[in-house]
Structure formats: C-alpha cells, structure tokens
C-alpha cells in the first residue's frame, strides 16, 4: 500500500506542479505578493495531496511566532520548507546560492525574495545575509534558516554551521527553533516513499537574543534535538518501528 500510495502522490505532485507553475507565470512580472501567493496555493496543494494521496497528515505544533521573526529548523526533507511555506506568514528561506541555476524553481527563488547565500563567501557573505534579514523582519516578514546546511535523517549526528550563530548575534533579536520528524514519512531515494501518518512540526522555546557564540550554539543544538529525537521516538512509534 505504501507504494501506491506513494506513486498516486507522485502523479497528483507533477499535475499540480506543472498546474500551478503555469499558471503562475504571470507572477514573474507582479509584485511580490503574486509569487508569494502561487507558492502558498502550491505547498497547500502539496500537503492536501499527502493527506488524500499519502495518507500523511502535517500536525503543527507550539506557538507560531508573530511577524518579523527569524527561526531555525532542522532540515530532514524537502517536505520541510512544504509545511513551513504554507503554516508561516511572509516566510523568506536562506538557500544556497547555486540553487538558483535550476529553471523555474531558481526564478521563483529570485522572485519571491529568498536569501541567497555563498556559502564561500565567509564575513562578506554573512554581513550581506545579516543586512537582508534585519531588512526584511523590520518589514514583518518572516526569515528561516537551516543551521546544519542541508538534510540531515533522522538518527543521524548533529552538524550545526557557525553562519546561525553570526546571524543570530548581528540581527540581535529573539530566535525560534524548530523540531520535527519529516524524514520518517517523506523517506526513500529521491524522497520517493511516502509513508502514512502524522507529521509533526514543532515550534519551540524562543532563545533571548545577546548571547555569546558558544552557549548559544550548544543551546540551539541541544533545544533542536532533544525535542526532535522525541517527535522521531513519537513517529517511530506509530509507524510500529
């Protein structure tokens, strides 16, 4: 069942893809609001496909933080950046740079006003970064980064990058970090699998700002995976593993 769930998905996620992103094409020459707006139509339609398709539900969890907030995530599957698009309001994404190459997905990025980052920038990169996100939460709008970089699986060990600890003192504001346990049921090469049951995503404790460098990075590490090792005991649990 699992693989015809997952392969109903797949055929349901390219329609609405190719849907969605046509018809957006307009967005490209309107106000940013139009880009925001398609991606929030896309990532509705991806979760009501995984919820109808999948069998997959996206549980929210925790407060959600007001406008102009900067969070940090854990980061197990595309499936990530789905629930926090579609649950966040005014979300900006810092990315990778090189992302940008990839047709449409790159000139949404672009267009929507993500935050591009090199990652072999080093200090010029970084106080770039700092500028567009103290711009963009002075605005109201909302800033996510993955302090690890890229996915990470579930089990798999910790590597938070020093760049959240630099933006976290240069923005000097309150930061919200995020648990969950996605990689459990958005799985398998190429995120192909998709397994039935609650995802949980989960908005935690926010960490005061003015901290020095190491004990914030040793609490946001610890605040992120204590809570997500007990979200992936939760889902191992209902999966039956």
Not at 81 to 109: C, K, M, N
Not at 168 to 181: K, R
């Amino acid at each position: 069942m699992t693989t015809l769930r997952s392969t109903l998905f797949l055929l349901w996620f390219i329609f609405i893809s190719l849907i969605i992103h046509l018809a957006a094409l307009p967005a490209f020459f309107l106000p940013r609001r139009a880009s925001l707006r398609a991606g929030k139509i896309w990532c509705r339609a991806v979760l009501f496909g995984l919820r109808h398709f999948a069998g997959m539900r996206v549980e929210v969890r925790g407060a959600l933080p007001g406008n102009g907030a900067l969070i940090a995530s854990k980061h197990m599957s595309m499936l990530d950046t789905i629930a926090l698009y579609a649950t966040l309001d005014q979300p900006h994404f810092v990315y990778r740079r090189s992302l940008e190459r990839i047709p449409f997905f790159g000139w949404y990025l672009r267009k929507s006003g993500m935050i591009a980052i090199d990652r072999d920038g080093g200090a010029t990169s970084l106080r770039q970064m700092a500028a567009a996100v103290r711009a963009l939460t002075g605005r109201g709008h909302t800033v996510i980064i993955f302090p690890e970089g890229t996915r990470k699986g579930p089990g798999a060990p910790a590597d938070y990058k020093p760049g959240v600890a630099g933006l976290y003192g240069q923005v000097n504001q309150p930061l919200v970090p995020v648990a969950l346990n996605t990689g459990l049921f958005w799985t398998g090469p190429m995120g192909l699998i998709k397994r039935k049951g609650t995802v949980i995503v989960e908005f935690l404790e926010p960490i005061a700002p003015g901290m020095k460098r190491r004990p914030f990075m040793e609490l946001l590490q610890e605040r992120i995976e204590t809570a997500t090792a007990a979200l992936v005991a939760e889902g191992r649990k209902e999966l039956g593993q």
